[in-house]
C-alpha cells in the first residue's frame, strides 16, 4: 500500500499539469478567436495591407465553394471597395451571368446582365500581376477602364494579352475545380449577344464573406 501512494501522487500532479495546460490552452484559443474576430470586423480604414493580406474571400455557389486571396499593396482601391461590397453583403444572391468556357467566367452584377453596378466606378489599377489561370480582376465596360464597379472576372486560363487593361486584385488558391466545373455549364454560346455566355442554369452566389488565410 505504501508503495503506491508516491505513485498516486504522481498520477495527481500528472493530472493537475494537464489541467492547466488545458485551461491555458483555452484561454489562448479563445485570445485567439476574439482577436481573429476583431481582425474581420475591423473598420475598413484601419484596415493594413497585413491585415488584408491574412485574409481570404469565400465564395460558396450553388455549384462548390472557392476561396482567394486579395492584392491589397497593388490594388489598393478596387480591394477596399471589394471588401466593403463582400461586407454588406452585397453578392449573395447575385450570379455569375457570363461563363466564357475554359477562359473566364464573370459575376457580380446587381442586374445579372452585366450593365450593373455598385453606385460609384473605381479607375484601373495597372499592376505587376498577370492574367493567369486563376486570377481575379476587375470587369469595366469596353473602352472604360476607369469605370469598374461590382463585376469581378476569375481567368480559366492564361492570356497575357490583356495584362494592363484591367485590375488583377486577386488569385483564387482553391477550388479551381468547382470553376472549371461552372464552365462547362451549357451557355448561349456567341448567339446571346449583347451580352453572350450567358449560362442556361443560374451559376449563384449563394454567399461571399471574408474569412482568414489559415481557417479551412
Known amino acids: 500500500m505504501k508503495d503506491l501512494i508516491p505513485a498516486c501522487r504522481s498520477a495527481r500532479f500528472f493530472l493537475i499539469v494537464l489541467a492547466v495546460l ?3 490552452l483555452g484561454s489562448a484559443c479563445k485570445d485567439r478567436v476574439s482577436a481573429d474576430s476583431n481582425l474581420l470586423l475591423k473598420p475598413i480604414d484601419d484596415l493594413t495591407p497585413e491585415d488584408i493580406e491574412s485574409m481570404v474571400a469565400v465564395v460558396q455557389t450553388n455549384y462548390g465553394v472557392f476561396r ?13 471597395s471589394f471588401i466593403t461590397l463582400a461586407r454588406e453583403g452585397f453578392y449573395n444572391g447575385l450570379t455569375f451571368h457570363r461563363v466564357v468556357p475554359t477562359y473566364m467566367i464573370v459575376g457580380g452584377c446587381p442586374k445579372g446582365d452585366g450593365s ?3 453606385g460609384y466606378t473605381v479607375a484601373l489599377e495597372a499592376n505587376r500581376h498577370h492574367h493567369s489561370r486563376g ?5 469595366h465596360p469596353p473602352l472604360l477602364p ?7 472576372y476569375i481567368m480559366l486560363q492564361d492570356d497575357y494579352r490583356i495584362d494592363g487593361s484591367y ?4 488569385q483564387v488558391i482553391s477550388g479551381m475545380d468547382v470553376l472549371d466545373r461552372i464552365s462547362g455549364l451549357p451557355n448561349t454560346g456567341k448567339r446571346g449577344r449583347p451580352n453572350p455566355f450567358v449560362p442556361l442554369q443560374a ?3 449563394e454567399n461571399l464573406h471574408l474569412d482568414l488565410m489559415e481557417n479551412p
Open 22 to 24: 488545458a485551461l491555458g
Open 68 to 80: 482567394f486571396k486579395l492584392f491589397p499593396r497593388e490594388a489598393p482601391n478596387t480591394v477596399r
Open 116 to 118: 450593373g453596378g455598385p
Open 135 to 139: 486570377a481575379v480582376g476587375l470587369m
Open 146 to 152: 476607369d469605370n469598374g464597379g461590382s463585376q469581378f
Open 167 to 170: 485590375t488583377v486584385f486577386g
Open 203 to 205: 451559376v449563384i452566389i
